[in-house]
Every structure is written in structure tokens, then in C-alpha cells.
């Protein structure tokens, strides 16, 4: 789904930079440019990074034991 209409950030556009790396919201907004324009979006384009980062740290978790 598309998050930022300005510049066209989906979704996956900020799960990829979380999968990437960053780890707020300024590194997804560098990285993405969400929220640039209007920041309408920022609400939103938080909890997708939010929800992205709790899975992220759930895989790593389950990666833990699985040896």
C-alpha cells in the first residue's frame, strides 16, 4: 500500500530500509524520503516501520535458537 503519495513510498519501501537498517525514523525517512513533502503520512509510515522493526526483532530471536 502506498504510504507517502508525494514521492510514492509503499509500504515495503520502508520495511525494506528497516530489513536495511534503520532503526528510527529519521534513517527511514533519509533513506525513503517519506514524509518529506506534506508529512501527512508520518503517522502512518511510523507504524510500518514500527510493525517491521518488532518482526525483524521476532526473527532474529527465533534465529537464536534455531542452531
Same mark, same amino acid.
Given at each position: 500500500?502506498? %504510504? *507517502? =503519495? !508525494? +514521492?510514492? %513510498? $509503499? ?6 530500509? +528497516?530489513?536495511?537498517?534503520?532503526? /528510527?525514523?529519521?534513517? %527511514?525517512?533519509?533513506? $525513503?524520503? !517519506?514524509?518529506? &513533502? *506534506? #508529512?501527512? !503520512?508520518? *503517522?502512518? #509510515?511510523? /507504524? %510500518?516501520?514500527?510493525? @517491521?522493526?518488532? &518482526?525483524?526483532?521476532?526473527?532474529? =530471536?527465533?534465529? @537464536?535458537?534455531? +542452531?
Amino acid at each position: 500500500m502506498y %504510504v *507517502c =503519495l !508525494c +514521492v510514492g %513510498v $509503499t509500504d515495503r519501501d520502508i520495511e525494506n530500509a +528497516v530489513s536495511d537498517g534503520a532503526r /528510527s525514523w529519521r534513517e %527511514v525517512r533519509e533513506t $525513503t524520503g !517519506c514524509a518529506g &513533502q *506534506c #508529512g501527512k !503520512c508520518a *503517522c502512518t #509510515g511510523k /507504524s %510500518v516501520m514500527r510493525e @517491521a522493526i518488532s &518482526q525483524e526483532l521476532t526473527m532474529d =530471536l527465533d534465529l @537464536a535458537y534455531a +542452531v
